[in-house]
């Protein structure tokens, strides 16, 4: 077991050797522009991304036509959303979105915002899902999309993303998903799902970073966007940018990969994940965050009420995980995300993210939920607020000095 | 972020962990923070007759930088008479522990606590409480 042991595969995963394998030769000896046309260093590389291009558009079901190349899945919802919106905006200015969404939709959604555009921002129910009630509520004849995300990066919920793109759809607008958690670790079908675009990323499921893509649907409806970077009209014309080769080799190796390991990777890693779940349950006031049925398989948020997050991270120090407490941030405020689940604000800063991943092995886990319990048990005779419970004392009843 | 060495040291070996008698009128306890905002500080102290700190325990919810800090106010304030206690400043928390521009509120949450266990022990004893007069920037 190599310490510190790392549990926190939805900020980023390792990139799996036979991803490395594939990309080297890309490098240094097939160096060329997938652009060069007239001589076989560009052949060799046009050769390799329409391969990757096949890879990508098997994984989500899709065709290789509709798969644009980008740098990253914030480029991806960046180019999603602004693209849309200047595509579509003589049919109508109205975006919905949720709140629990990455940054990445929420900040493309204000800039939007900015140049004129209505956006919609959906509460969720306390178990971090979408109300389809209420987003049938939300949808005007204005509304040109529904960006809402497939599983979440925070709790790991997953949407009930056929009934959202069916009420999308029924109201004439499109169906956009940042699907960067769900991609390789669940099946994910575009045609199935009903999704017009999609935003993945290859460093979220063992490739390289700093590359990603983009899905645009091409039939019923052909969907169009709008370019965000101006150039020689690569990519269709909507991403412009000589391709970045090796990225683009290892995102189409990573998602062979996931297609031929998911099914029994979601088996295994949700096994240890609820193991790890129900070891923990067992501390006294700990509460597991979002849906627990609808979710992915490999994440566990729980909060250890009366323990601060950053504080309890710090005594496991030997494993890599991360809390929805901001304590280093200035603002002083807890994850959005939790924060939407209704969770009160001591129970936010008390969150821990575990993220499972390939290379996790039950050892890891075991090991992990040793440190977690110690360390929750340590931190817990450290917390005058634990005393407090302890002494029946009801926290609410006190009048905090807020700073 | 890394934290430094004496930051580690204190979280990792908190100095005067525990709880005082609360009713005791040689005891003051101040309790400070909230737990919307991540940290909550207890700090007790013991005073002898002649307004002398003879024992100091805390606890604190909080970051490693809030637990580093009140531990190293309890080390401080003992031995120390109530008005020399009174006169412990946040910047020598920061300085001490090097803690960097995001953690310097929990340097000022230490301050808070001991103050706010000073003026417990002097309400206790019929003495006026201290208002300060500082200004946290």
Redesign the interface.
């Known amino acids: 077991m190599n310490i510190p042991v790392y549990l926190d595969n939805n900020a980023t995963t390792p990139m799996d050797p036979s991803v490395l394998e594939a990309m080297l030769p890309y490098f240094v000896e097939k160096f060329g522009n997938a652009a060069s046309r007239n001589h076989p260093f560009g052949w060799v590389a046009e050769e390799a991304v329409d391969y990757a291009r096949e890879q990508v558009a098997k994984l989500i079901g899709a065709s290789e036509k509709e798969i644009i190349f980008t740098s990253g899945a914030t480029e991806s919802d960046n180019l999603a959303i602004k693209g849309v919106f200047e595509m579509y905006h003589e049919k109508g200015n109205h975006i919905i979105t949720t709140v629990t969404e990455h940054k990445a939709v929420l900040d493309a959604c204000k800039h939007v915002e900015k140049l004129g555009g209505k956006v919609t921002y959906l509460p969720v129910k306390e178990d971090g899902l979408v109300d389809l009630a209420e987003l049938e509520a939300a949808m005007t004849p204005e509304t040109i999309l529904v960006s809402i995300m497939y599983g979440n990066n925070e709790i790991g919920v997953v949407q009930p993303v056929k009934e959202i793109s069916a009420i999308a759809h029924k109201h004439g607008a499109l169906f956009m998903t940042d699907a960067v958690q769900a991609v390789g670790k669940i099946p994910v079908d575009v045609n199935a799902d009903g999704i017009d675009l999609l935003a993945l990323s290859a460093h979220k499921i063992y490739g390289p970073k700093g590359v990603g893509a983009l899905y645009v649907r091409r039939k019923g409806p052909r969907v169009k966007v709008t370019a965000q970077m101006d150039g020689g009209g690569h990519e269709r014309g909507m991403r412009s940018g000589t391709l970045n080769v090796p990225g683009i080799v290892g995102l189409g190796k990573a998602c062979e990969l996931c297609m031929q390991e998911m099914e029994s990777e979601a088996i295994r890693l949700s096994a240890l994940r609820d193991k790890l779940q129900a070891e923990l349950t067992v501390l006294e006031e700990s509460y597991v965050n979002g849906n627990q049925e609808h979710r992915l398989p490999h994440v566990a948020n729980i909060s250890f009420k ?6 309890l991270m ?2 496991m120090k030997d494993l890599a995980v991360s809390s929805g ?6 603002s ?1 405020e ?1 994850s959005y995300v939790l924060k939407s689940l209704g969770l ?3 129970l936010a ?1 008390s969150s821990i993210r575990f993220g499972l991943g390939r290379f996790t092995t039950e050892e890891e886990v075991d090991y992990a939920i040793e440190v977690t319990k110690k360390s929750v048990t340590h931190l817990r ?7 407090m419970f302890k002494e029946g004392i009801d ?1 609410d009843s ?1 009048e ?4 | ?1 890394a ?1 430094s060495e004496k930051v580690i040291d204190h ?1 990792t070996n ?1 100095r005067n ?1 525990g ?1 005082l008698d609360k009713a005791s009128h040689k005891v003051g306890t101040g ?12 700090l007790q102290i013991q005073v002898d007759d002649n307004n002398v700190i003879t024992d100091a325990k805390f ?6 930088s ?2 580093a800090s009140s531990s190293l106010a309890t080390e401080w304030l003992k031995g120390k008479s109530i008005d020399d206690a009174m006169k412990i400043d946040n910047m020598d928390i920061v300085e001490e522990l090097a803690l960097p521009p ?1 953690k310097i ?1 929990c340097s ?2 230490a301050e ?1 606590a001991i103050k706010a266990a000073i003026n417990d022990y002097r309400v206790k004893n019929g003495l006026e409480a201290i208002v300060s007069e500082k200004v946290h920037h």
């Open positions: 009366y323990v601060e997050g950053e504080g710090m005594a407490s901001a304590c280093t941030s200035a002083l807890p009160s604000d001591d800063h005779e450290l917390s005058p607020l634990w005393e926290l006190i905090w000095a807020e700073h | 972020m934290y979280y908190p962990v709880t309790l400070v923070g909230a737990p919307e905002c991540g940290d909550v500080m207890r606890k604190t919810f909080g970051c490693g809030a637990i995001v509120h000022v949450l808070d």
